[in-house]
């Protein structure tokens, strides 16, 4: 990418803020934003100067023709349950980048993931028994995720829609996105389709 030193960076979904505490170390002006208040105080301890965080809704635009770069990175997109709100995703950041602006998608490649899913695991960790199930329905793939602890039961699923190269190129498209590269993996090898365990997407503002 060779962001020019200053570059102005959003990071959607940023969690607890590894990736753009990162960013802000290089000198660059970040601002992570996530849905998560548990998330967002976290963050807040480590706000400077050039790293700020807020919560907010990635659908929704924070602010137009702001930023340089827009991330989203380790598989931050695809939990809302209806195609049009991962499509307000996309277009929210390219509203949000100046013109000729990039957005970076890290995503999982759901064919590698779909062709190795293992339907039943059951792990201990710290001396809980956790049965987890995986399926793919509807168009996403499935994560329940069941455990007792406290003698309580607890259940959780995890919904991820199941988006293809051609699902991205839809939204870039819709949001004015241009798809300049494609990666398979961290090292930035050729996507294939069959072997590549991420999609890795640099898309720029038209």
């Given at each position: 990418l060779k962001p020019a030193p200053g570059s102005?960076?959003?990071?959607?979904?940023?969690?607890?803020?590894?990736?753009a505490r990162f960013l802000a170390s290089l000198g660059f002006d970040v601002t992570g934003i996530d849905l998560s208040e548990n998330n967002i105080a976290y963050c807040k301890?480590?706000?400077?100067a050039n790293l700020?965080?807020?919560?907010?809704?990635?659908?929704?635009?924070?602010?137009?023709?702001?930023?340089?770069?827009?991330?989203?990175?380790f598989?931050?997109?695809?939990?809302?349950?209806?195609?049009?709100?991962?499509?307000?995703?996309?277009?929210?950041?390219?509203?949000?980048?100046?013109?000729a602006g990039f957005y970076i998608i890290d995503f999982m490649n759901v064919h590698w993931v779909i062709s190795r899913l293992i339907p039943e695991v059951h792990k201990t960790i710290?001396?809980?028994?956790f049965h987890i199930s995986r399926r793919v329905e509807n168009g996403f793939i499935i994560k329940d995720i069941k455990f007792n602890t406290d003698n309580k039961d607890?259940?959780?699923?995890?919904?991820?829609?199941a988006m293809t190269l051609k699902d991205f190129d839809r939204y870039f498209r819709h949001a004015g996105l241009k798809?300049?590269?494609?990666?398979?993996?961290y090292?930035?090898?050729?996507?294939?389709?069959?072997?590549?365990e991420r999609l890795i997407l640099i898309a720029q503002k038209i």
């Open positions: 102005v960076m959003l990071d959607q979904a940023c969690g607890r803020g590894r990736h301890q480590f706000e400077t700020h965080f807020a919560i907010h809704d990635m659908r929704r635009i924070i602010s137009a023709n702001t930023f340089d770069y827009v991330f989203n990175l598989t931050s997109i695809g939990y809302f349950r209806h195609d049009h709100d991962q499509q307000l995703t996309v277009s929210s950041a390219a509203t949000a980048l100046r013109k710290d001396g809980i028994d607890h259940h959780y699923t995890e919904y991820v829609e798809r300049l590269h494609t990666f398979g993996n090292a930035l090898q050729p996507f294939d389709v069959n072997l590549s």
